[in-house]
């Protein structure tokens, strides 16, 4: 029986905008989610650490996504004080929803291609499928071939025909998805702040709201 996946789309949100929201639409669509999960990240290993507190980013993600059907705000990285990879996160989410409930894990691109670099990487295919987000008019397929080789292994050995076939196993699979990415980036609503400048239409009003309230970002 093919049972609905739950998405999962981690990220610093250092603030969550539309970009995201719209992105994490697209693939609720075209993978046939059941939910999507966010998840800010706590400590992440692989960058540096977000400007805004956890408190506050998670704050944002939950105003962001009030009254949002299929969109839940996911806090157990930010209670966490220690390093949070990957793959440790997927397990515990794993071994919530049980073995036969798909997980697909949203990323973008630019993080995939650096795969092979990340914590027990291998691991992450027991777990959940992975649905990489492309860049318009940039075909991951493209940029797999200057890719590591053992990752383009898995690449072409996982990938799958369309991105609803997810459902019919729990984890393990590929999709590839090309969204109408809203060129918003949060650096750059970052600087808007500091020069003073508008973040209308680019976030929720309840997050730009819980902005100019909290002074999350030096101005």
């Known amino acids: 029986m093919l049972m609905h996946p739950i998405g999962i789309f981690g990220g610093t949100f250092d603030p969550i905008h539309y970009g995201h929201l719209r992105l994490a639409e697209e693939a609720r669509e075209q993978c046939g989610l059941a939910e999507v999960r966010f998840i800010p990240s706590g400590t992440p290993p692989h960058r540096a650490a977000p400007q805004a507190g956890a408190a506050d980013r998670l704050a944002m993600v939950q105003l962001a996504l009030a009254g949002q059907p299929g969109f839940v705000a996911d806090a157990r990285e930010v209670e966490r004080t220690d390093p949070c990879y990957s793959v440790q996160t997927l397990a515990a989410l794993r071994a919530e929803v049980g073995a036969a409930r798909p997980l697909c894990w949203l ?89 003073g400048r508008s973040l209308r239409y680019l976030l929720p009003d309840a997050v730009l709201t819980y902005l100019q309230t909290h002074s999350v970002y030096p101005s």
């Open 107 to 195: 990323l973008g691109s630019d993080a995939f291609l650096q795969l092979h670099r990340w914590w027990h990487w291998r691991e992450l295919f027991d777990l959940a499928h992975l649905v990489v987000i492309q860049r318009p008019g940039q075909p991951l397929g493209n940029a797999m071939l200057k890719a590591d080789a053992e990752l383009l292994a898995e690449y072409r050995a996982r990938l799958v025909p369309a991105p609803l076939a997810l459902r019919e196993t729990a984890a393990g699979g590929i999709a590839v998805l090309e969204v109408p990415l809203l060129e918003i980036a949060a650096t750059d609503l970052r600087r808007r702040i500091e020069e």
